[in-house]
């Protein structure tokens, strides 16, 4: 508590973090450099808390996310031809304000994922729907996490220059989900027989009359609209606290030579999601990557210009910072609309059809929907966005399904743990982790092992307690399945180091069931089949 | 040998490979049952414009023309099958044509997926299952960059 209530600084001990900070516009090799690193750690006692300072680095994944694809495109313009043909066109179609349609049957408030999966959902069961998409961002819609992932890792800088990257399956593949042509533009949007998907790049609607049934833009356009869907997104978190990175992971196991720190408050690596044991175990495994961890450390201020006081006072000099402290949900139409936002979740709203009101959705981020097998949820994956941006475009169109199929999420750990994970994957729930034991066996831990044969009965019901910290230490949770319970229901399950068996993990969460002995439902999930990570 | 251990409320199984090879005792779920995504084809054999794997096909600026031409091959009872499908898929031709860099090589590779979804598809209504898995790797591979990111 007391670590907690201290103000432990990251302090920058030259002027180098503001140089990245005004450099990185124009920079895209966040990671490129090796960063030095000053450590030091003083001890003086005191309960100061600075001011965070507006010059104080704030920007998070999804503003990092943005700003590299900004970086990339712009340094592409000059070296493929294909996305300098995109600004020309875009171009073109920016020009005359007016040319926005007055009225459009389908507006989408946001161009991203949950934008993208609408609209493809909507053209889908009615083939010459006539869609807007109105998004305050200057690129067409595109996937997020190749930002993170795929385009950080990628060797192929040229490749990466198109924003382009590889699939697992070495398929080359854009991180924009259509190209350039597959969209109209704005104004031809409403004169087009067989309909179509225009989109409006730089633009915020900053006010929905929903009675009226109109959007109004930034740029002081009113469009008016037959339905509308709200799939906003959501915008960087303040660095204030430091919160479980997803991202960190992702950076530390990119390039060697360099030095990388992660800071986060949980007491392990993913400590909100995954079960204590496990995320000290990753932990070790991120620190066996090089990394230098900081668990347990909150209150984290950047570049804070104060004389300080502290009990615990770590300095730390970087060349970069990655902040990856998630995101709040774009909510601000809500007051304009009269929408409700969650005091809890945050998120407008919605029903378990992702209706917020009459011919009003909303769908990824800043949905706080109602699913009926787990209860109100928000969720921030790019799963989600897809999945429910689907669901809204559908019911859209009148399907008027609800909520039904789960969304799932996955991160890989470094090159030894991946896992996905679908439905409630909360480290606060009690858990039944089932893992393939190591092939080694060494002799202390067998002298304490007793059969699942002899023991499935009390797997379940009294499980024999065998905590002995020679069995811990030498456990290796190399592949399992952790299944997150409600009473005896299963909820959430994490398939760790499993592939390929997210539907049948779907399909526990859906039905509900309540099973005596987790580790024989366990038996489902290839524990001990060759890898089958493609 | 398999052992259990508590710490918390969190338990922790060890299955050794001896017990997982053994078939699960009581109740399971069912494996094989259908994941509640339907693929291409839909049970009743309509066509699932939405499934993933069309891409962009179905909702771009030649997906009215592409829908008329892919039914018109689907429900085509001809002897070489689509062969009755000329007008449909000239119509098609001659909409693509117009956005040359959206139809390009990329997406005739594109059709040439959707072609080998739909033979499976419709070799699957009397085999069904085992391919199953497959068929959702396709759509989640398009979907998302899920499957992607396993190197």
Known sequence: MLASRCCRQFQRISPVLREFHTLRPNSHKILGKVIKIVLILVAIISFYHCKPISKAIRFSTIELESQASEDETSSSDADSSAPSEAQEDSQDDDAPESSLPNHVPYLIVGAGTAAFAAYRAIRSSEPKAKILLVGQEEHLPHMRPPLSKELWFSDDAELTKKLKFRTWN??????????????CSPSDLMELENGGVAVVTGRKVIKLDVTNQTAYLDDGSEISYDKCLLSPGGRPRNLDIVFVAFLMFRISGSKKNMKV???????????????????????????????????????????????????????????????????????????????????????????????????IWVAGDAACFYDMKLGRRRVEHHDHAVVSGRLAGENMTGARKAYQHQSMFWSDLGPEVGYEAIGLVDSSLRTVGVFAKATSEDTPRAAQQAGVKGQKEEIAKEPEVVETKSIAESEDFGKGVVFYLKGKQVVGILLWNVFGKMPIARKIIKDGEKYENLSEVAKLFNLYDDDSKN | MSYCRQEGKDQIVFLSKEDYDKPPIGPVPDENEDDDEPGLIMENGDINWNCPCLGGMATGPCGNEFREAFSCFHYSQDEQKGSDCYEQFKGMQECMQKFPSLYDNESGADMDAIAEEEAKARSQTTVDDGEKSGDNSVNEADDKSDAETKS
């Open chain 1, 170 to 183: 070495g398929k080359e593949r854009s991180l924009f989900f259509e190209k350039e042509a597959f969209y």
């Open chain 1, 261 to 359: 720190y992660q800071v986060f408050p949980e007491a392990g690596n993913m400590g909100k999601v995954l079960p204590e044991y496990l995320s000290k175990w990753t932990m070790e495994k991120v620190a066996n990557e090089g990394v230098e961890i900081l668990s347990k450390t909150s209150n984290c201020k950047i570049d804070c210009e104060y004389v300080f006081s502290f009990i615990l006072f770590l300095q730390i000099s970087v060349d970069h910072i990655i902040a990856a402290v998630g995101l709040e949900p774009n909510t601000e139409l809500g007051k304009s609309a009269g929408l409700e936002i969650d005091a809890n979740l945050g998120g407008f709203l919605v029903n378990s059809e992702l209706e917020a009101r009459s011919n």
